[in-house]
């Protein structure tokens, strides 16, 4: 009997089944993520069905028109070895192939695949995990801020138009759309810092996600001027939601190590992040947690 792959883009009754399999490779779907993916390129996630099962997932997310961004690459277990990878790949690199970048971060075994398709390594992305529940806050955190002329803001009273700002000058592309939907997800946590002229001076948010067993909590993104600011910002969002926390922090900040070493991180993973076209000539010295591996 003959097989037939169809690749549709993702309706939302497939989230459920998206969503499962990144648990299971241990992705650590954050609550609501896939939604937010699909509600910022409608066309850009795609699910593989063999005769109307489900078997594999990808997407290929424009920001605009110079910068997109490929993840959410799954095939289903018992279907690998097959092509259907393969197909998928092809057609999220052809919905993306006129921008003049493309990026995506990839398990150290796919490097030399990636390479073959014209990406090329820019620097190495590392998740680390915090376990407790100890207390992180001290007066030193509130006397560090308030010397400096910063309030903590929480939710609803947080400016979007500063912290979009702030964002847009940090990441390879201007994420307005995006960004709003990540924020105000109900989800979690976001917290940012902001001085008495609206300026922003860092931000970050906490979220619930699936690990391979059980639950626990993702941080990104998480930007700030500072190593202690982003430190302070940590802090506090931990301190809100002990447990088992990830944030994956990007190499080529070169001040995130020493900062998360010394709360009590530890590595447990690597990715490379790696870019087809013009890489984006922005500095991520301020960037110490992306916002998630599949969106860059």
């Given at each position: 009997?003959?097989?037939?792959?169809?690749?549709?883009p993702l309706?939302s009754s497939?989230i459920?089944q998206?969503t499962?399999w990144?648990r299971?490779?241990?992705?650590?779907?954050?609550?609501?993520?896939?939604d937010?993916?699909?509600?910022?390129?409608r066309q850009?996630l795609?699910?593989?069905?063999?005769?109307?099962k489900?078997?594999g997932c990808?997407?290929?997310?424009?920001?605009?028109s110079?910068?997109g961004?490929?993840?959410?690459?799954?095939?289903?277990?018992?279907?690998?070895?097959?092509?259907?990878g393969?197909?998928?790949?092809?057609?999220?690199?052809e919905?993306l192939n006129?921008l003049?970048?493309?990026?995506?971060?990839a398990?150290p075994?796919r490097?030399?695949d990636?390479?073959n398709?014209?990406?090329?390594?820019?620097?190495?992305?590392?998740?680390?995990?915090?376990?407790?529940?100890?207390?992180l806050l001290?007066?030193?955190?509130?006397?560090?801020r308030?010397?400096?002329?910063?309030q903590l803001?929480?939710g609803?009273s947080?400016?979007?138009?500063a912290?979009?700002?702030y964002d847009?000058?940090?990441?390879?592309s201007?994420r307005?759309?995006?960004?709003?939907?990540?924020?105000?997800?109900?989800?979690?946590?976001?917290?940012?810092?902001?001085d008495?002229?609206g300026q922003?001076?860092?931000?970050?948010r906490i979220?619930?996600?699936?690990?391979?067993?059980?639950?626990g909590?993702?941080?990104g993104?998480?930007?700030?001027?500072?190593p202690?600011?982003a430190?302070?910002?940590l802090?506090?969002?931990?301190?809100?939601?002990?447990?088992?926390?990830?944030?994956?922090?990007?190499g080529?900040?070169?001040y995130?190590?020493?900062l998360?070493?010394?709360?009590?991180?530890?590595?447990?993973?690597?990715?490379?992040?790696?870019?087809r076209?013009a890489q984006?000539?922005?500095?991520?010295?301020?960037?110490?947690?992306?916002?998630?591996?599949?969106?860059?």
């Amino acid at each position: 009997m003959k097989t037939s792959l169809a690749i549709t883009p993702l309706e939302s009754s497939d989230i459920s089944q998206v969503t499962l399999w990144a648990r299971v490779e241990g992705f650590a779907p954050g609550v609501g993520d896939v939604d937010i993916y699909r509600h910022t390129d409608r066309q850009g996630l795609w699910l593989a069905r063999l005769d109307n099962k489900p078997v594999g997932c990808i997407s290929g997310v424009r920001y605009n028109s110079n910068y997109g961004f490929i993840g959410m690459f799954i095939v289903a277990p018992p279907y690998r070895g097959n092509g259907y990878g393969l197909a998928l790949w092809k057609h999220s690199l052809e919905y993306l192939n006129d921008l003049p970048c493309i990026g995506l971060e990839a398990a150290p075994d796919r490097i030399k695949d990636y390479s073959n398709w014209g990406f090329l390594p820019s620097s190495s992305t590392t998740r680390w995990e915090w376990k407790g529940n100890s207390n992180l806050l001290s007066e030193e955190w509130d006397l560090y801020r308030e010397r400096h002329g910063l309030q903590l803001f929480e939710g609803e009273s947080i400016s979007a138009r500063a912290v979009q700002d702030y964002d847009a000058y940090r990441e390879p592309s201007p994420r307005p759309h995006f960004l709003s939907d990540w924020l105000q997800h109900p989800a979690g946590t976001v917290l940012a810092l902001g001085d008495r002229n609206g300026q922003c001076h860092g931000f970050g948010r906490i979220r619930p996600c699936l690990l391979n067993k059980g639950k626990g909590w993702r941080i990104g993104p998480l930007l700030a001027d500072t190593p202690k600011l982003a430190e302070l910002l940590l802090r506090h969002l931990i301190n809100q939601h002990p447990g088992v926390v990830l944030i994956d922090s990007p190499g080529a900040n070169p001040y995130s190590q020493k900062l998360l070493n010394g709360i009590g991180f530890h590595s447990v993973s690597n990715t490379m992040r790696m870019y087809r076209g013009a890489q984006p000539p922005i500095s991520l010295n301020e960037v110490y947690g992306l916002a998630c591996l599949e969106l860059g």
